[in-house]
């Protein structure tokens, strides 16, 4: 283990212990109330959407905008030696082409996945555009600005680039594998106990190793991004997760005052992580606006999503397991390989060892190796969701060892406490949630045997796995304000990006101020409304409800020094509630909003709130938790796989929005089965190109792929979170791949350890 490795593990048990002494999180009462928490209601930006009344980023067209499309290396590694532009210049409508050579100065900036630059957006340090060196194929190398989006396409195939190549490293392999600093901030190395021991000493072990490939987002939305400037002030709408973020990257990177640059991404049109931070596209669609001196768009085609943008990781999983005669684990052994690049991110496949049995020794180790491709990405449950393909897999191998069912295997193996830090969680509800799977799946009727169910050239099969994902509050910060009519409009840098996250908040808002959900104006994906660090992992429910409820407190506070002459006079915050469209006291006495603006004579109020310092999830272990349950049917003849039912159950706290949880999990499962089954990015390890960059060769499901999806979930509330929810949007896709390949095993007696399964694995 290298000095950094070694570092984040002693902090991280030094922080273990102290937190021994950090309060508990302060109990929610909405948390156990009825109301519009919990409720079944449609999205509400819905209608606009399917009526098209959305403006994603693209649909921007200011005044005197010239479109950019970006020029990709054709080269892995090595230096540019020449650009010849001349005829991309004479072609129609081009307005200049941007290269290494005259492109403005951008300052580097650190990447967000490192633990350099934690707080901006940007991808990468690499100083694209700003040097004459390659780093992988497909990097943009020019930049070609024209009158039209057809133009701009024509003239940027005219743009010859001329290179010096140099020896690239492609593959995965065990050469020049190290253990990084952190695993997306799960220590790399863990040993607790003695899991050699333990293995020797198992009455059942299995040993395997377990693959899955380099994979893409894919997003319904392409990368896109407008910019524009008015003198020294820079107007951005982007494709991102994170706009503040972006905000405060582009500030660095161009020399300006963070107060310069506004940043807009109310909408996205699906983002999965990819884009949680800014590839190098957008400083680039900046710098051109900039040369250009007029408003420049540039938007990815799906081949250049591939080129230009990040992937999961591939990673390579081995894996020993031990368990006594009764089933219970005696080791798990869990070495882990993926890649990343000069900007170290790891994508931590050994999470789910980590933190999923209880196991008296678990030695797990993260290794990467740095190859010469764009840096991989944030994809939806990042770590946990390859790790889990391997894991499951093996627990599924194990109970076949052992002659015990595999849910019987897993509930024999629930901790009670966090294996590797000991810590208590927040709640587990897993038990919970593999009982409610397992009833709706009719798993008890399963029959044991592999290979023993068959429908004529079909053969059927079950399978299941476990899912855990960890949860995690960030920091949230929101602009709320009450108007003289009652009506409420919170405004924050967030966005929606299709998992519905304005509807979630709108109802948690209304039950919280005590107002109907129509008087309740949730806007979002303003970088100057207030700093808020919410790009991802399924942190903007009980974040930003946090930031609500502390503004729900300062308004309170605000309204009762406006309370002279009124019921209220003198009242203590927490003397009043707020219900029935205002403040009023436990015995009834109070007045409406309206009321208490109208007799201050103010027409509205404002107040901020800021989300607390989650102590109780340093303190405690907090995840959240799942179980996939579903049938295959496997064509003897062809090797062809086709999911036919499928039941997922989730202990994900209390359900602010079941409507929209159902359809994340949904999402998540056809992600899921898309990963089990087809999606692979194909990279020619000689030359680093990508041979499948589009949709009609890299696979994802579509409507016949895809079974009826049950979706159950325990809905037990989190004593110690806001509104006693927890993030749920990266659950639904983590155990799928296992599961589906533990019911293809059940189907044919033949098991698959390298992702997607495909026809010709199988015969």
């Known amino acids: 283990m290298n000095i950094a490795a070694r570092g984040f593990s002693l902090a991280t048990r030094a922080l273990g212990k102290v937190s021994k002494l950090l309060p508990d999180g ?18 509400l930006d819905g209608p606009a959407k399917v009526s098209g009344g959305i403006r994603y980023t693209a649909d921007h067209l200011p005044v005197r905008l010239a479109y950019a499309v970006a020029v990709p290396s054709t080269i892995a590694k090595g230096r540019i030696t020449a650009v010849d532009s001349s005829r991309a210049l004479a072609a129609p409508g081009v307005v200049l082409v941007m290269t290494h050579e005259n492109a403005p100065p951008m300052k580097p900036t650190g990447a967000y996945a490192t633990l350099k630059g934690v707080v901006a957006a940007a991808a990468m340090t690499l100083p694209i555009m700003n040097t004459d060196r390659v780093f992988w194929h497909g990097q943009p190398v020019a930049v070609v600005v024209a009158e039209t989006q057809e133009q701009a396409e024509h003239a940027a195939r005219l743009v010859e680039v001329r290179y010096e190549v140099e020896p690239a490293t492609l593959a995965m392999t065990d ?41 893409y987002h894919n997003a319904l939305e392409p990368h896109a991004t407008v910019a524009m400037w008015d003198g020294d002030d820079l107007t951005v709408h982007d494709t991102s997760q994170y706009p503040y973020g972006v905000k405060e ?58 080129h230009m943008t990040g992937g999961r990781a591939p990673t390579r999983s081995r894996i020993a397991l031990g368990a006594d005669a009764d089933g219970r684990l005696t080791a798990i052994v869990h070495d882990a390989l993926s890649t990343c690049t000069i900007d170290e991110f790891a994508e931590a496949a050994i999470a789910p060892s980590r933190h999923l049995y209880a196991c008296p020794s678990i030695a797990a180790h993260q290794r990467v190796v740095r190859v010469d491709r764009i840096q991989n990405a944030f994809f939806r449950g990042p770590g946990v969701t390859p790790g889990s393909f391997a894991l499951e897999s093996a627990m599924d191998e194990l109970a076949y060892q052992l002659g015990m069912d595999p849910l019987e295997l897993r509930l024999r193996n629930e901790p009670g406490r966090d294996p590797i830090s000991g810590h208590r969680f927040t709640s587990r509800h897993l038990r919970e949630a593999y009982t409610l799977g397992a009833e709706a799946f009719r798993w008890s009727e399963r029959a044991p045997a592999p290979r023993s169910t068959r429908d004529g050239h079909w053969l059927i099969g079950q399978g299941m796995a476990a899912a855990l994902n960890p949860d995690a509050m960030l920091i949230a910060a929101v602009r709320l304000q009450l108007s003289a009519d009652g009506t409420i409009t919170i405004h924050s840098s967030t966005n929606e990006l299709g998992a519905g996250t304005s509807t979630a908040q709108t109802q948690a808002a209304a039950q919280r101020l005590g107002v109907p959900m129509h008087k309740i104006r949730f806007l979002q994906g303003d970088s100057d409304v207030a700093k808020t660090r919410i790009p991802g992992a399924s942190a903007a429910t009980t974040t930003l409800a946090s930031a609500i409820w ?49 007799r201050a004579g103010r027409d509205h109020v404002e107040v901020t709130g800021r989300s607390a310092v989650p102590y109780q999830t340093i303190k405690r272990g907090t ?9 295959v049917r496997v064509d003897e003849d062809t090797g062809e796989v086709r999911v036919s039912r499928w039941v997922g159950a989730f202990d994900g706290g209390r359900i ?103 026809p010709d694995k199988l015969l």
Do not use: C
């Not at 909405?30 to 999205?43: A, F, K, M, N, Y």
């Not at 963070?258 to 400083?283: E, M, Q």
């Not at 990508?690 to 792929?705: C, K, Q």
């Open 26 to 43: 302060r109990h929610d009462p909405l948390s156990v109330q009825t109301g519009d928490i919990g409720r079944h209601v449609e999205r």
């Open 550 to 598: 502390n503004a729900r407190d300062r308004l309170v506070r605000e309204l009762l020094t406006l309370a002279e002459g009124s019921p209220l006079a003198g009242r203590r915050a927490e003397d009043v509630e707020t219900r029935d469209e205002g403040l009023f006291t436990r015995d009834g006495r109070g007045e409406t909003y309206r009321r208490i603006l109208e």
């Open 249 to 306: 990257m582009l500030a660095k990177k161009f020399g300006l005052p963070p107060d310069r640059v506004h940043v807009l991404a109310p909408y996205i049109g699906g983002g999965f992580g990819g884009k949680t931070t800014a590839w190098p596209h957008v400083a680039l669609t900046v710098a051109a606006a900039k040369l250009a001196g007029r408003p420049v768009k540039l938007v990815l085609s799906r081949a250049h999503t591939f």
């Open 656 to 758: 602010v929005s079941p409507k929209q949880a159902t359809s994340q999990m949904r999402g998540g499962i056809i992600q899921g089965i898309g990963m089990a089954l087809m999606e692979e990015t194909l990279l020619e390890e000689r030359s680093g190109r990508i041979v499948n960059a589009s949709l009609a060769e890299y696979h994802i499901p579509t409507h016949t792929d895809v079974p009826d999806i049950e979706v159950r979930f325990v809905n037990l509330p989190d004593p110690q979170t806001p509104l006693g929810a927890k993030g749920i949007g990266e659950l639904g896709i983590v155990g799928v791949a296992a599961a589906v390949a533990n019911a293809v095993y059940h189907a044919t007696g033949t098991r698959i350890r390298a992702l997607p399964i495909t």
């Open 175 to 215: 050469e020049g594998a190290y253990t990084p600093a952190h695993s997306v901030l799960e220590e790399s190395k863990t040993v607790v106990g003695d899991a050699r021991a333990g293995l020797a000493a198992a009455a059942a072990s299995v040993r395997g190793v377990y693959t899955t490939p380099l994979e």
């Open 623 to 631: 995840s959240t938790y799942g179980a996939h349950f579903a049938e």
